[in-house]
């Protein structure tokens, strides 16, 4: 039975990067690809740390199309560790009523020590429920970031009382707003040693940043973006407070805020109904006054530089991540 993994009615994501790092491993080696012929795109939920810890979720493939009971799944991303010496850096999945303990496969779980660098994870999916990959230190949980394929419930963890948000490499290029003006945005600021190793590996990983195509279909351009967003939520019905395109590098993403947050799970329908569009992921999250924020890939991949298709999906979840912490309210 294929469990799409649903959504809850509204996705609360505490959406952190702390001190975000990314390490070296070029994703999906050529035998990754037969094994895991599928590229899932992923929607990020929860996220709790200590301080100065961080996990980042790059890369998911599968021997299947979607999430489901008995497919099996590759999971790579990056990792910093500051609060302990060492803990291990597991992938689980919390049922969603009571079960008898499901085994540990070979590949669910890796042992890191402090610092930043690379995790690559392997699961067979046994159980339905709300995949994660956090931290275990001590015997305990010690923090990580649930996600899934098309939406997750927020969940709390054991080991902290509110999540902790820490500063991004990365900075953010221009945005445009809903009338197509162009406004400046202010970067994140840097807390990175750029002298550090483990630092210059986690770049090396990400790649260089992927410029549009010459001849890019005005439609994925910034101006078509904001337009085809616009109409969107014009069909739907949608109250739009906030809308941005970063165009900092390509593809490039929408973000901003809708008046009602119960909207977004409506997002990848929504989206179904627009020629020339395609739902390639997305971060969304709500306030407690109940509006809503997201960012969002709506360029179809066969527009990427075919050269260049896993930096393009390796950086584009960090940008999502990056971009709805930016309006997150």
């Known amino acids: 039975m294929k469990t799409r993994l649903r959504s809850s009615r509204w996705l609360l994501a505490a959406v952190a990067i702390g001190a975000v790092c990314f390490s070296p491993r070029a994703s999906s080696a050529p035998n990754d690809a037969t094994e895991f012929p599928y590229s899932i795109a992923v929607e990020v939920g929860a996220i709790e740390f200590a301080p100065g810890d961080g996990i980042v979720i790059a890369f998911l493939r599968g021997n299947r199309q979607h999430l489901e009971i008995g497919g099996r799944y590759l999971l790579e991303g990056t990792y910093t560790l500051s609060s302990e010496e060492k803990a291990k850096i597991g992938w689980s999945i919390t049922t969603r009523g009571p079960s008898a303990p499901t085994p540990v496969g070979a590949g669910e779980n890796a042992v890191v020590t402090r610092g ?153 329908t929504a989206l179904g109904a627009m020629p020339g569009y395609v739902y390639g992921g997305s971060v969304t999250g709500g306030s407690a006054q109940g509006s809503g924020y997201f960012s969002l890939n709506m360029t179809p991949s066969d527009r990427y530089p075919r050269d260049q298709m896993e930096t393009v999906q390796r950086r584009q979840m960090i940008r999502l991540q990056m971009l709805a912490k930016k309006v997150q309210k």
């Open 116 to 268: 930043a660098g690379t995790f690559r994870l392997i699961k067979t999916f046994l159980s339905d429920g709300w995949p994660h990959v956090s931290f275990n230190a001590n015997q305990r949980s010690h923090g990580g970031v649930y996600f899934g394929e098309a939406g997750v419930e927020n969940k709390r963890w054991s080991d902290f009382s509110e999540a902790s948000v820490g500063n991004s490499i990365l900075t953010i290029g221009r945005g445009m707003d809903s009338a197509g003006s162009a406004s400046p945005l202010q970067p994140t600021k840097a807390s990175v040693d750029p002298s550090n190793s483990g630092n210059v590996a986690i770049m090396e990983y990400l790649g260089n940043p992927v410029p549009p195509p010459a001849n890019l279909d005005a439609r994925y351009a910034p101006e078509g973006l904001v337009a085809a967003f616009t109409q969107m939520s014009r069909t739907a019905g949608w109250k739009v407070l906030k809308l941005a395109v970063d165009d900092s590098e390509f593809p490039y993403l929408v973000y901003g805020v809708v008046a009602n947050g119960r909207d977004l799970a409506e997002l990848k």
